[in-house]
C-alpha cells in the first residue's frame, strides 16, 4: 500500500511538473494603462490565452513607460513581447539617436504593425507657401513637449527636409496647447502625431483657427526614411476636419508588435497566426485595433521579422520586402 502511494506521488508530480514546463507564460509590455498600448495588449493577451488553449498559453498585458522602457524589459527577459513605437525600434535596432546611440539592439525582431501613428503638420494658413511640411523653415512651430516621442519623430522628419530647429522658432507643448497658441496668434503651427482623428485638431476647426494639415511629397517622405526606414504613406480622407475638403497625404509611423530574436519559431507563428486567423476578435479589442489587417501588416517594420511571424506571412502569401526578412531566414536556406 505505502508503496502504490509513493508511485502514484511520484505519478502525480511527474505530471503536474510537465504541465508547469509546457505552459507558456506571454508577458506583454505596453504603456501606462490610460492610452492605447495598454488596452490593445491586454486584449491580445485575451485572445492568445482563448485561441491557444490547447497550447497552454497564458498572455497578460503589463503596463510600463513605454517604448523606450520596453526594448529594456525585453533584452531583460522581463516581458517576451512588446508594443513599439517604429521610430524607437529603429533607433533601438540600429544603436542610433536617442537613447540608444552607440548600442545597437540586433537581436530585436518585428511581429507585425498594429495601428497607424499618423503626422500631423499643421500650419496657420496664412504661412502656407507649397502646402508641404517644408513651408515650416523659418516659423515658430511646436515640435512636442521636451524628450517626449513626438520631439524625437519630428526632428527626425525635420532632418529628413534638411532643417533643424535652427531653422524654426522652437516651442515645445503638448498638443491642446499648441492649438490654443495657434488661435491666440502667439505660433504658426505645430507637430501632432497621433491616431486619425486627432481631437485637437478637430477642435481646431471647430473654433475657426484658419489653419491646414501640410502633406508630404513622395520625395520628403523618400528623404525622412533614409534616415530611419519606418514611415509609410497615409491618405486622410477629405472631410475628416472640418474645413479640410480634401485629401491630406500624409505619412505614419506603425506602432508594431516586437520580440527578440530567442523566441521560440513556434511559438511566434502561432501567435502571428492567432492574430490574422481571428481577425473580428481582434477588432473588438479597441478601435484603433481595427486597422491591424494583413495588408498593412509589414508597414513601416523597423527591424527584421521573427522567423515565426516571417513563416506565418510567407504562408499568407505576403511579399517580404528583403530588409524585413530575418537572418534566421537565409541561414536556414544555407
Same mark, same amino acid.
Given at each position: 500500500?505505502?508503496?502504490?502511494?509513493?508511485?502514484?506521488?511520484?505519478?502525480?508530480?511527474?505530471?503536474?511538473?510537465?504541465?508547469?514546463?509546457?505552459?507558456?507564460?506571454?508577458?506583454?509590455?505596453?504603456?501606462?494603462?490610460?492610452?492605447?498600448?495598454?488596452?490593445?495588449?491586454?486584449?491580445?493577451?485575451?485572445?492568445?490565452?482563448?485561441?491557444? /488553449?490547447?497550447?497552454?498559453?497564458? #498572455? =497578460?498585458? @503589463? %503596463?510600463?513607460?513605454?517604448?523606450? +522602457?520596453?526594448?529594456? !524589459?525585453? *533584452?531583460?527577459?522581463?516581458?517576451?513581447?512588446?508594443?513599439?513605437?517604429?521610430?524607437?525600434?529603429?533607433?533601438?535596432?540600429?544603436?542610433?539617436?536617442?537613447?540608444?546611440?552607440?548600442?545597437?539592439?540586433?537581436?530585436?525582431?518585428?511581429?507585425?504593425?498594429?495601428?497607424?501613428?499618423?503626422?500631423?503638420?499643421?500650419?496657420?494658413?496664412?504661412?502656407?507657401?507649397?502646402?508641404?511640411?517644408?513651408?515650416?523653415?523659418?516659423?515658430?512651430?511646436? /515640435?512636442?513637449?521636451?524628450?517626449? #516621442? =513626438?520631439? @524625437? %519623430?519630428?526632428?527626425?522628419?525635420? +532632418?529628413?527636409?534638411? !532643417?533643424? *530647429?535652427?531653422?524654426?522658432?522652437?516651442?515645445?507643448?503638448?498638443?491642446?496647447?499648441?492649438?490654443?497658441?495657434?488661435?491666440?496668434?502667439?505660433?504658426?503651427?505645430?507637430?501632432?502625431?497621433?491616431?486619425?482623428?486627432?481631437?485637437?485638431?478637430?477642435?481646431?476647426?471647430?473654433?475657426?483657427?484658419?489653419?491646414?494639415?501640410?502633406?508630404?511629397?513622395?520625395?520628403?517622405?523618400?528623404?525622412?526614411?533614409?534616415i530611419f526606414n519606418t514611415w509609410f504613406r497615409f491618405v486622410?480622407?477629405? #472631410? =475628416?476636419?472640418?474645413?479640410?475638403?480634401?485629401?491630406?497625404?500624409?505619412?505614419?509611423?506603425?506602432?508594431?508588435?516586437?520580440?527578440?530574436?530567442?523566441?521560440?519559431?513556434?511559438?511566434?507563428?502561432?501567435?502571428?497566426?492567432?492574430?490574422?486567423?481571428?481577425?473580428?476578435?481582434?477588432?473588438?479589442?479597441?478601435?484603433?485595433?481595427?486597422?491591424?489587417?494583413?495588408?498593412?501588416?509589414?508597414?513601416?517594420?523597423?527591424?527584421?521579422?521573427?522567423?515565426?511571424?516571417?513563416?506565418?506571412?510567407?504562408?499568407?502569401?505576403?511579399?517580404?520586402?528583403?530588409?524585413?526578412?530575418?537572418?534566421?531566414?537565409?541561414?536556414?536556406?544555407?
Amino acid at each position: 500500500m505505502k508503496k502504490s502511494l509513493i508511485l502514484f506521488l511520484v505519478a502525480l508530480t511527474l505530471v503536474l511538473s510537465g504541465c508547469i514546463e509546457r505552459r507558456e507564460f506571454i508577458t506583454i509590455a505596453t504603456a501606462s494603462a490610460g492610452g492605447t498600448y495598454y488596452p490593445i495588449g491586454v486584449g491580445l493577451g485575451n485572445l492568445w490565452t482563448e485561441i491557444l /488553449v490547447e497550447d497552454n498559453v497564458k #498572455g =497578460t498585458g @503589463q %503596463s510600463s513607460a513605454g517604448s523606450v +522602457e520596453n526594448i529594456q !524589459l525585453l *533584452k531583460n527577459e522581463e516581458a517576451k513581447v512588446a508594443i513599439l513605437q517604429g521610430l524607437i525600434g529603429a533607433q533601438a535596432y540600429e544603436g542610433r539617436g536617442g537613447n540608444f546611440e552607440g548600442r545597437p539592439y540586433k537581436d530585436l525582431r518585428s511581429i507585425s504593425m498594429l495601428w497607424s501613428n499618423v503626422e500631423h503638420f499643421v500650419l496657420m494658413d496664412k504661412e502656407i507657401d507649397t502646402g508641404t511640411i517644408s513651408d515650416i523653415d523659418g516659423k515658430s512651430f511646436s /515640435v512636442g513637449p521636451q524628450a517626449s #516621442g =513626438t520631439e @524625437q %519623430s519630428t526632428i527626425v522628419i525635420m +532632418e529628413g527636409l534638411g !532643417l533643424t *530647429k535652427k531653422d524654426i522658432t522652437p516651442e515645445y507643448l503638448g498638443y491642446d496647447d499648441t492649438i490654443s497658441a495657434m488661435r491666440d496668434g502667439r505660433l504658426d503651427g505645430g507637430s501632432l502625431p497621433a491616431g486619425v482623428p486627432v481631437s485637437s485638431i478637430m477642435d481646431m476647426a471647430a473654433s475657426g483657427v484658419k489653419a491646414s494639415v501640410l502633406d508630404v511629397t513622395d520625395e520628403q517622405l523618400d528623404s525622412i526614411n533614409s534616415i530611419f526606414n519606418t514611415w509609410f504613406r497615409f491618405v486622410i480622407p477629405a #472631410g =475628416t476636419y472640418t474645413g479640410i475638403d480634401k485629401e491630406i497625404n500624409t505619412i505614419a509611423q506603425p506602432n508594431f508588435l516586437a520580440t527578440t530574436a530567442e523566441m521560440d519559431a513556434d511559438l511566434v507563428y502561432k501567435l502571428t497566426k492567432a492574430i490574422y486567423e481571428n481577425l473580428d476578435k481582434v477588432h473588438q479589442i479597441h478601435n484603433s485595433a481595427t486597422e491591424i489587417q494583413l495588408e498593412s501588416a509589414l508597414n513601416g517594420l523597423p527591424t527584421p521579422l521573427h522567423i515565426g511571424a516571417y513563416k506565418y506571412f510567407v504562408e499568407a502569401g505576403l511579399d517580404i520586402p528583403e530588409h524585413l526578412v530575418p537572418p534566421e531566414a537565409a541561414e536556414g536556406q544555407q
